[in-house]
């Protein structure tokens, strides 16, 4: 069976005085980790929104793709900041946080090649703003280390979850009789 827990798994699981396994440390920072992605994310859809207000059309890419990416970062971690307390949730938005990191990596390098170095006023598309500007680099950075942080946690609960580190305290061990007894049985039936 694939979704069955091995005897090794149950035995490493340590228990509390009330008789209840440990949880894996790992779930509170991931918590964390999705709602600083969240405010990050937070933060630069509202500046990148205020900046398309601004801006005459055609609109830069830089920032269509900066709002676009921290809409859909927005929505996600909106959703998964309550992931870690659920005790089915083994860290599998891992793969999710690695795509996520690469794309605000990129949102991170479109805005430093826009506004840092003494570009914010001369060669902007949006005028003036160098506030906000400085301030979407810093958040976008923020999303991006804390996402790489996220992938880097999340995969050491999904490791642990698989080798059998940390176990739940909703799932019980199975006692099933081993084969030796189960033989003595029924040779004294027949």
Same mark, same amino acid.
């Given at each position: 069976?694939?979704?069955?827990?091995?005897?090794d798994r =149950?035995?490493?699981?340590?228990t509390?005085a009330t008789?209840r396994?440990r949880r894996?440390?790992l779930? &509170?920072? !991931?918590?964390l980790?999705?709602f600083?992605i969240f405010?990050?994310?937070t933060?630069?859809t509202?500046?990148?929104?205020y900046? /398309?207000h601004?801006?005459?059309k055609p609109h830069s890419t830089?920032i /269509?793709? $900066?709002?676009?990416?921290a809409? !859909?970062?927005l929505?996600?971690y909106?959703?998964?900041s309550?992931? &870690?307390f659920i005790?089915r949730?083994?860290?599998?938005?891992m &793969?999710?946080?690695?795509?996520?990191s690469y794309?605000?990596l990129?949102?991170? /390098?479109?805005?430093? $090649?826009?506004w840092?170095g003494g570009?914010?006023?001369?060669f902007?598309?949006?005028?003036?703003h160098?506030?906000?500007?400085k301030t979407? /680099?810093?958040?976008?950075f923020?999303a991006l280390?804390?996402l790489m942080?996220?992938t880097?946690?999340?995969?050491?609960l999904?490791? $642990?979850?698989r080798?059998?580190?940390?176990a =739940?305290?909703?799932?019980?061990?199975?006692?099933? &009789? =081993?084969?030796?007894?189960?033989?003595n049985?029924t040779?004294?039936?027949v």
């Amino acid at each position: 069976m694939l979704f069955r827990r091995s005897r090794d798994r =149950d035995a490493a699981a340590t228990t509390t005085a009330t008789g209840r396994t440990r949880r894996s440390p790992l779930r &509170p920072l !991931i918590s964390l980790n999705h709602f600083m992605i969240f405010v990050s994310a937070t933060i630069v859809t509202g500046i990148a929104a205020y900046f /398309i207000h601004l801006e005459p059309k055609p609109h830069s890419t830089h920032i /269509i793709f $900066q709002e676009v990416i921290a809409v !859909i970062t927005l929505i996600l971690y909106a959703i998964s900041s309550i992931l &870690p307390f659920i005790s089915r949730y083994r860290g599998h938005f891992m &793969p999710v946080n690695l795509i996520l990191s690469y794309l605000w990596l990129t949102s991170f /390098i479109f805005s430093t $090649q826009d506004w840092a170095g003494g570009r914010c006023s001369k060669f902007s598309t949006v005028a003036g703003h160098c506030g906000l500007k400085k301030t979407m /680099i810093a958040f976008n950075f923020l999303a991006l280390f804390f996402l790489m942080c996220n992938t880097v946690l999340e995969g050491f609960l999904l490791r $642990q979850e698989r080798t059998g580190a940390i176990a =739940d305290h909703t799932v019980e061990p199975k006692h099933r &009789p =081993d084969t030796a007894t189960t033989a003595n049985t029924t040779s004294n039936v027949v």
